[in-house]
């Protein structure tokens, strides 16, 4: 069996449906561990109180958003380069999941924003770039759907997701770049200024993210691999 | 057009040059022909300029404050209305196809397009906006730096707006789907060139914001019209 075995429709359908329990499992047993570590073994902000528990899904749904993004623009740049149909149809399928943890991301923040900031919003350099950001996935995926034939859509919002990734730096660097109200990050490979049970919360948040968008796509691609090659025979023979 | 692709000492046909310059006096004469659609765009900027003192109330220091920016939205949306003329006309009456048939290579004639667009629709803007900054009391300054930065956004503009309307052609609710598609990417054009002005109204050198303009606007033009080329074989594949 090749390595490009799984780059055909059918055999990854078989694929994707295996292995979109496990990933779903992982997400539920992550996200349990990290709850538990958020909001019962995490102490309380010694400034901030009890608002701050806010994070343990708000970074981790911003980290998933330009992830899933960059994922997105590189399924598209293969769907350019080598024109397959199963790269473009991942691409479509993370794009729903990226637009969601976008939302959360800025849903959370307006929360945690209006007792610590006094405002639900700010023209900060980093929400207004992360809006865009959701902007972009909305545009991906109208995109997408805009034309009859679903080929035609693929490579369009392929190169749309490309011509889009410059809006990442951006919004990574944004509370570098530019002095706002939106915090540094606390996280890094070099240390950490948080409790270590808020940074074990953040980072088992983050997994089940994780987990749960590559399941989530996972389950979604069977559906459009299905919906694509309706008339073939082993979609027929399915039933 | 033979006149134009001659004059030039590069332009030997099927050139970048060649292409470039058959494209760009093409579009530019087709806009001369019609003059009413490009002084539409102008007269739609003019007229929504005017509606936010109407609107927001005639108090100067209100107005001087906002003018930078409601001049920035109104030169981003006038950008955006005349994005269909570019593409769209040419690939519904079979044009576009002709001329990837062409010798000339296709950034060529698209940046061509491209540049026509400018002139026809970024170039005016920035011409009169300093007219605007008037009626909203901006001092001589604010208004150079305004203008300066006009100058250097609209381009950007156009083709980051080319790129968007390729690849919206023959797709379904084509206006509203490219306004979803440009106006996201359009945003840190408008916060540099309003920030531009702001600083300088403030006192602060625009010099950042502008050196950030140029950047962009180098990077756009390298890399934009091979993206917009890109979109073109898209639509026509």
């Known amino acids: 069996m090749n390595f490009y075995y799984f780059s055909s429709p059918s055999s990854f359908y078989r694929l994707a449906g295996a292995m979109a329990p496990y990933f779903f499992a992982a997400a539920i047993v992550t996200g349990i561990a990290g709850m538990y570590a958020g909001f019962v073994v995490a102490p309380t902000d010694a400034q901030q109180g009890e608002v701050y528990r806010v994070i343990f899904i708000h970074v981790p749904a911003a980290w998933m958003s330009m992830l899933i993004y960059f994922v997105m623009a590189c399924y598209g740049g293969i769907c350019l380069t080598f024109n397959t149909r199963l790269a473009a149809m991942m691409a479509r399928a993370l794009a729903p999941t990226g637009a969601m943890f976008t939302f959360v991301a800025l849903w959370t923040g307006a929360f945690w924003g209006r007792p610590t900031w006094g405002t639900y919003w700010v023209w900060d350099a980093r929400l207004t770039s992360e809006l865009v950001l959701l902007f972009l996935y909305l545009g991906f995926i109208a995109l997408a759907n805009a034309f009859e034939d679903p080929r035609r859509g693929d490579r369009a919002a392929a190169l749309l997701a490309l011509i889009g990734l410059v809006n990442l730096p951006i919004i990574y660097f944004s509370v570098q770049w530019w002095n706002t109200l939106h915090q540094g990050s606390s996280v890094s490979f070099k240390g950490t200024s948080m409790h270590v049970a808020m940074l074990w919360s953040m980072l088992l948040m983050a997994i089940c993210f994780w987990m749960y968008a590559i399941g989530a796509a996972l389950v979604r691609v069977r559906t459009i691999i299905l919906e694509r090659e309706r008339r073939t025979q082993w979609v027929r023979n399915l039933t | ?237």
């Open chain 2, 1 to 237: 057009m033979s006149v134009a692709a001659s004059s030039l000492p590069l332009a030997r046909p099927g050139s970048f040059a060649a292409g470039f310059a058959w494209a760009f006096s093409r579009d530019l004469t087709l806009s001369m022909r019609h003059p009413g659609e490009t002084l539409l765009v102008v007269a739609f900027f003019v007229l929504v300029a005017t509606l936010f003192p109407l609107g927001v109330g005639a108090d100067p220091q209100l107005l001087a404050r906002i003018g930078p920016g409601v001049i920035w939205v109104c030169a981003l949306l006038a950008a955006f209305l005349s994005l269909p003329a570019l593409f769209a006309g040419d690939y519904t009456d079979g044009c576009l196809e002709q001329m990837m048939l062409s010798p000339h290579p296709m950034p060529g004639w698209a940046s061509g397009k491209i540049a026509a667009h400018w002139v026809a629709s970024g170039l005016p803007l920035t011409v009169l906006s300093p007219l605007l900054g008037l009626q909203y009391g901006l001092d001589a300054g604010t208004l150079g730096t305004l203008a300066v930065a006009l100058l250097l956004g609209t381009p950007i503009l156009s083709l980051l707006g080319a790129a968007c309307s390729a690849l919206t052609l023959g797709a379904r609710g084509g206006g509203v789907l490219l306004a979803l598609l440009a106006l996201p990417l359009f945003v840190p054009v408008l916060i540099f060139g309003a920030g531009a002005a702001d600083a300088q109204a403030a006192g602060l050198s625009p010099a950042p914001h502008l050196s950030l303009l140029g950047a962009g606007l180098i990077l756009a033009v390298m890399g934009l019209p091979f993206a917009a080329c890109t979109a073109i074989r898209i639509a026509l594949d």
